[in-house]
């Protein structure tokens, strides 16, 4: 099984579409992939009860149809940073809990498992610890996605510092356009991210306005990290 963490240079930067395209592009060739979001913030009250759209979203397009409460153990009420979400409702947030609960997922027949992280690498979870607690414990390469916009230069180079100071290995990144028009020198700030991070390109999404998932999957190639 390839286990790979999401992570984002921050919040809403395209994590849950990009893991959406690589399960889609591992089921067009072929093989099995399951995604999960251990750790959720917000979400809309179902026929199923109160549920994350993110979480469903990996539910509905896993290769295997498990419970909602497999996708999404930990779900906050409000969208929030974890640490405050939690707090507001009395409720205890731990790195080594989920992410014990999180490595459930590596007993499921699949060839792929992403395990897509909360807001940015260093959001708390509680007074002490971040999500980057719960990628450190479960120890699995990291795929950072840059949303590309002013400032993510600098955003994605300390993310990946921060990835790397804690022994982890950053197996590539992927360059996600998240406004309809491309930011100013696009191209040239991949160029720069390329030479400065030192890890493999494994994609460059374009903007969608109806995030057609299965025409975005042409748009990447998760091979760079199997070698």
Not at 93 to 119: M, N, R
Request: hydrophobic residues 40%.
């Amino acid at each position: 099984m390839q286990k790979y963490f999401i992570t984002g240079t921050d919040t809403d930067v395209g994590k849950t579409l990009i893991t959406r395209i690589l399960l889609t592009k591992v089921k067009q060739q072929g093989l099995k992939a399951l995604a999960i979001k251990p750790l959720a913030a917000g979400g809309v009250t179902t026929v199923q009860g109160f549920q994350n759209e993110d979480a469903t979203f990996f539910q509905q397009e896993s290769s295997l149809q498990l419970p909602y409460t497999v996708i999404n153990p930990y779900l906050l009420q409000d969208a929030l940073s974890p640490n405050i979400g939690a707090q507001r409702y009395d409720r205890i947030l731990d790195a080594k809990e989920i992410s014990q609960t999180s490595a459930k997922a590596y007993h499921y027949p699949v060839d792929y498992l992403f395990i897509e992280g909360a807001g940015g690498w260093q959001v708390p979870i509680n007074a002490t610890q971040t999500m980057a607690d719960v990628a450190q414990a479960l120890n699995i390469p990291i795929i950072m996605v840059v949303g590309m916009r002013l400032g993510c230069l600098n955003h994605a180079l300390l993310t990946a510092a921060q990835i790397r100071s804690q022994n982890l290995v950053l197996a590539g990144f992927i360059a996600n356009q998240i406004t309809p028009t491309p930011q100013t020198a696009y191209e040239e700030n991949i160029a720069t991210l390329i030479t400065h991070l030192k890890v493999p390109l494994l994609g460059k999404v374009p903007y969608s306005i109806n995030n057609n998932i299965a025409a975005l999957t042409r748009y990447i190639d998760l091979s760079p990290t199997h070698t």
